[in-house]
């Protein structure tokens, strides 16, 4: 038995990962889980999982703290979670809180608990870096594309037997979309991605394809190979999620259905394997697969991930940051979708020096980045 | 410094064999060539790779001899090469014989050598299939599906974590041809092979689909795989070689240009990886893959494969000895392509004894089934 944490549980990762759980009884239990709100669906959740703790971000109604079962404890927040840590003996940790704000419970896990820390938010990855050095044994990715790259990597020697990765990316809505129309498209627009079911901040990043440029972030420290190795490929179909080829040139990929599920799936029993319940690929159905370069020029966004990977941190920090709030300003319409690369790159450029950090001063650094775009992105409207 | 011998060296696998060889003339040193005719083409691989020795199965001219280098010393036949083996410390044996006369140098290779056997022979394995048991550990499948599946496998417990495997099939060049023109078809149609540019027999057995049944019967044996978890998957871009899904809905695939270069790379390095020198895919050049499912009804060949396959030995040896001269009558016209299963058929009714036999006996079996299947084909343009 297998005990468990959901961190962002009422989230599209967060109830997909219950989901799996709920066909397993008695593989796993639940011992806490944590969302921002204490909403109807998260009362749902504790009162069909019992967990010992719930955590909420905001404080919850005495109404819905009087329908908790006797068993359950409630905490507030990131020290609620922090204290209750202390006495919950976890195996593995699910981190699906999306953006910025999942940085910091990340941090916790790693450094006051022995669990396995089974991670699907990236910025963790992106804004921290080489200051994971000595967690990456307990970090399981769950993004789709890492989660097939740690599967393929498992057992090829990276700086031996490896000439390069391959990031599979769907394109998003707007792979054929001309970029002069680019400026006009309403968030309405972007948040309908062509294959994933997956919560705003993500779906406007895949659009400027910023997911696909954190993915290679996250994949160069998770897998310690070099951007110059590090390719992205389209692939509308998005089956297959990730490929590593050789330096025999033999080019091993792992494909799966378009479902969290799968990936969820490998990490929760990791390091075995389980017979699974969820429909496995019929390529038949899907008949084909297809792929192009990705456009560089469209999607600027891209780009500029790769250097500032390559520059490292403090950049790093600095563009989850930036583009944290730069997403937000675009969902609230006070900046247009190609604003979203201006604005990253007027933040970037403000922080000039070489900082000397530890996984501390990283959350302040990140919230730095985002609260100057807040401010400078919600002038656009007067100055472009 | 790897000792390297070449059985079929001037034949299709044979010189993409000595190819790659050419390459690395540090890594590896070819100590013997062996081919049916003492041809030129023997003879510039004799000048330039200067093995010690050199086996023909033909008596070879005085001028042939002549022209040898005088540290390559000629036998001739099995025997021949039996007798050379004695002196010769080899590290791989390539296997690169076609059909089932493929089938007598490998036993002789596992018998009265240690070395490792590079095997593109298959009817060596549908033959003795079990028999080989105490020599699975020397054995590296060159073909493209089993290499592909060889790597793929090679850190998956079958047993515990593998649900399936796939073999991917080009579906040959009349995939698209309804079954009532199928009678008609010439040998130089069939022929044509779509992909791969291969020896004659093999040519027709990828027509007829009967390579894809013997690599399915290949497979069970080499992977201990039950036949209900091989799957044949049509792919006519021939890119994805072999596919290995997992217990929990993981599908790997491995995938290369079509060019048995890579799998014959792979094998002459293995258990290493080695920096190649040929042309890596380019999956933005391909464009696209695609899937179909096979159709039974019109091979076949397939759906005999798999029930010969299913009731093992005494008939797997019959089915390759009947296949051999099956396909041998279609190419000298002497039946038509629908002939070919039906042949095969007749043969395999006539073995309805279990027999008792060791790996002398399998090459006898094979051998009369081979004749019956001669002698009763020749008479079919009277028959039917």
Chains 1, 2 share one sequence.
Not at 210 to 229: D, Q, S, W
Not at 241 to 258: K, R
Request: net charge neutral; aromatic share 10%.
């Amino acid at each position: 038995m297998e005990t468990v944490a959901v961190l962002g549980s009422t989230g599209s990762i967060g109830t997909q990962t219950l989901d799996i759980i709920r066909h397993y009884p008695d593989k796993f239990r639940v011992e806490l889980l944590y969302a921002k709100r204490a909403s109807d669906l998260l009362l749902e959740q504790v009162k069909e999982f019992k967990p010992s703790v719930v955590i909420t971000e905001d404080k919850p109604s005495t109404q819905w703290l009087k329908e908790l079962p006797s068993t359950t404890q409630h905490f507030l927040g990131l020290e609620g979670f922090e204290y209750s840590l202390q006495k919950l003996e976890l195996n593995k940790v699910v981190n699906a809180i999306g953006g910025i704000f999942g940085i910091a419970p990340s941090f916790v896990v790693l450094k006051k608990t022995h669990s396995l820390l089974l991670l699907a938010n990236k910025e963790t990855i992106i804004a921290a870096g080489d200051f994971l050095n000595p967690f990456w044994e307990r970090i399981i990715p769950l993004d789709s594309e890492h989660n097939a790259l740690f599967q393929l990597l498992k057992n090829l020697k990276t700086d031996q037997e490896v000439e390069k990765i391959v990031l599979t990316a769907s394109g998003g809505p707007f792979r054929s979309l001309p970029k002069e129309e680019l400026k006009k498209v309403s968030p309405q627009r972007a948040l309908k991605h062509p294959r994933w079911k997956m919560g705003k901040k993500i779906t406007v990043d895949s659009a400027t394809l910023m997911n696909k440029g954190f993915e290679v972030i996250e994949a160069h420290y998770l897998f310690k190979i070099p951007y110059e190795r590090i390719e992205v490929l389209i692939h509308p179909e998005s089956i297959i999620h990730g490929m590593v080829q050789t330096i025999d040139g033999n080019l091993f990929a792992l494909m799966s259905p378009t479902d969290m599920r799968f990936p969820i799936h490998y990490a929760l029993f990791y390091p075995l394997r389980e017979k699974t319940y969820l429909k496995p690929l019929d390529l038949t159905e899907v008949g084909k697969l297809t792929f192009e370069k990705p456009d560089w020029e469209k999607f600027e966004c891209l780009k500029i991930a790769y250097e500032v990977g390559k520059k490292g941190f403090p950049y790093t920090a600095y563009l989850v940051g930036a583009d944290e709030a730069a997403v937000e300003l675009f969902l609230e319409g006070k900046i247009n979708f190609l604003d979203i690369p201006k604005l990253i790159m007027e933040i970037l450029n403000s922080l000039s020096q070489e900082l000397k950090a530890d996984l501390e001063a990283i959350e302040s650094l990140v919230k730095q980045a985002y609260l100057k775009a807040q401010e400078i992105g919600s002038s656009y409207r007067k100055r472009y």
